[in-house]
């Protein structure tokens, strides 16, 4: 936390040990009896007490303290119910009270929801920034020194048209997720500006717990690029690349800005956590809710196809596979889209790891030989499988695309699309991600540089209409590479793949495939 908000919002309530005391003289009136005198003047002393200055707000150690005293422009403070964020975010702006250019925004999906944060404001501001005035009118807290906070609605994304031709140095967004989609957020950082003589930093920040229409756009924005707790360079959701000052400019290929997430739970609330009631009413909700409200789990929402993957048990630092493990690769293509290819390798107990994936959109088929070629590099991979309609994708008078891949090297084998092989890869992806009884571990796990694949696993949903497969309109290609290699029925030391062994009936048993 800053200086001048610790200065704000937490004084010394203790009263010093040497008391002041003051001298008053005070005159007593002349009064007449038989004894006719004048009383002598006495010297009265009173003990005067400074009043003690209350504490109005002190920020908890750990995150609350964290994001109040973030310095990258876009920070997400977000987790289980009950962590203090609502406080933090009213609490943030009081800062810039006292500079005369600042005008800050904050928002809530709807007028009805800005009550809590209306409610919040108005016990806290009087007290830190004496003579501050709240228009109830316009929602508007207007500071003696000329500040502005604006506490307002964004329903619909049209509504971003209310803010046009404003600028704010501040901007906050509370309960982010409410917003199904990243519009609202990314026009208003173009609302974000101030002068230079004022000496005000430009941010944005937002509170949100996991769940909710925008979950998925949130999760890619802030908790999917970095680390928790970690500022990294803004990336393109649509990309994953890291955002740049365009060709042309002074800056050209320079990163534009930082972002940060820091999770919060509940326990890093004393004010609720120490009785217990609140936690007992989180846990009695669904397993989805609970995960999502106690726990601050993003990797689980309601609908999700594999609701048991956790980050926790099934992604693992990286480390040196043996020589002697069998690897493989799956691979689903697409062009126009995205094309997914996922690396395994089999551990003596039958675990699965995923060791490697490549997520590419806009390659041609022969280029994308070339760059796993050159990541396997080295490698003694037993056997590629890949999407078989590539079989099928046949020119008039040319190869097909995997004859294409095979002809440089790159050998496959096409992936099982036997009747009900979709639910059963789904299925079998189920058993893999459960704790094997034996062993103690998951069946399936992933090194944590799969990024996008760890990423969009969780959060595949079911398809309503057929609730055993997963929904194919979702981004579902590296669960297809996945789903492709699974069903090839892996196993540490029986697959043998040289060109004269007798193959399985999952094998290609044509040397076109490549085997």
């Known amino acids: ?65 964290s994001f109040l005293a973030a310095t990258e422009q876009e920070v997400l403070y977000g987790g289980s119910a009950g962590g203090g964020k609502s406080y933090a975010m009213v609490v943030d702006p009081i800062r810039y009270f006292g500079n005369s250019q600042a005008s800050m925004l904050l928002v809530r999906r709807s007028t009805e929801e800005l009550r809590e944060l209306i409610s919040i404001s108005k016990d806290l501001y009087p007290k830190a920034v004496p003579g501050i005035k709240f228009m109830e009118r316009d929602k508007t807290w207007v500071a003696p020194s000329g500040a502005t906070l604006w506490m307002s609605y964004l329903d619909r994304d049209d509504d971003v048209m209310r803010y046009q031709g404003q600028a704010f140095n501040w901007i906050g967004f509370d309960e982010l997720t ?82 940060r997430f820091i999770p919060a739970t509940l326990f890093d609330n004393p004010y609720l956590s120490e009785d217990g009631m609140y936690e007992a009413n989180l846990l009695s909700l669904p397993e989805h809710q609970r995960r999502q409200l106690l726990e601050g789990d993003w990797d689980i929402q309601e609908g999700a196809a594999f609701p048991e993957f956790n980050r926790k048990e099934h992604v693992v630092e990286p480390y040196d596979i043996p020589n002697s493990w069998v690897r493989f690769r799956a691979c689903d293509y697409g062009y126009g889209s995205y094309t997914g290819v996922l690396w395994f390798a089999i551990s ?142 892996p196993r540490s030391n029986i697959f043998d793949f040289d060109p004269a062994v007798t193959r399985t009936g999952f094998q290609a048993a044509d040397a076109t495939f490549g085997y």
């Open 348 to 489: 003596p107990s039958e675990q699965l790891i995923v060791y490697r994936e490549l997520y590419v959109s806009k390659v041609i088929a022969t280029d994308l030989a070339d760059m796993i070629l050159e990541a396997e590099s080295g490698e003694r991979i037993r056997y590629g499988v890949l999407d078989s309609s590539l079989w099928h994708n046949r020119g008039d008078t040319g190869p097909s695309l995997a004859e294409q891949m095979i002809m440089k090297g790159c050998r496959w084998r096409p992936s099982d699309r036997s009747r009900g092989s979709r639910v059963a890869g789904k299925n079998e992806i189920h058993r893999r991600l459960q704790i094997d009884e034996f062993t103690e571990e998951p069946r399936l796990v992933f090194f944590n540089n799969c990024t996008n694949t760890i990423s969009q696993l969780p959060s595949i949903p079911l398809d309503k209409n057929n609730p055993e497969d997963v929904n194919t309109n979702a981004e579902d290609h590296l669960y297809d590479a996945l789903r492709y290699g699974i069903m090839t029925r």
């Open 178 to 259: 409410q917003w199904p989609t990243p519009y609202p957020w990314n026009y208003m950082r173009s609302r974000l500006r101030a002068s230079k003589d004022s000496g005000l930093p430009l941010y944005m920040r937002a509170t949100t717990n996991p769940g909710g229409p925008g979950h998925q756009w949130v999760k890619k924005t802030f908790i999917d690029p970095s680390p928790h707790n970690k500022a990294f360079w803004a990336t393109d959701i649509d990309t994953d690349k890291t955002i740049v000052w365009p060709k042309g400019h002074s800056r050209e290929g320079e990163p534009l800005f930082k972002r």
């Open 1 to 65: 936390m800053s200086r001048d908000l610790r200065k704000i919002l937490q004084t010394n309530a203790t009263m010093p040990s040497d008391t002041k005391k003051r001298v008053i003289k005070r005159k007593k009136s002349k009064t007449v009896s038989n004894v006719s005198r004048v009383q002598p003047k006495k010297i009265y002393t009173e003990e005067i007490e400074e009043p003690k200055q209350k504490v109005i707000f002190k920020a908890n150690d750990g995150p609350q303290t």
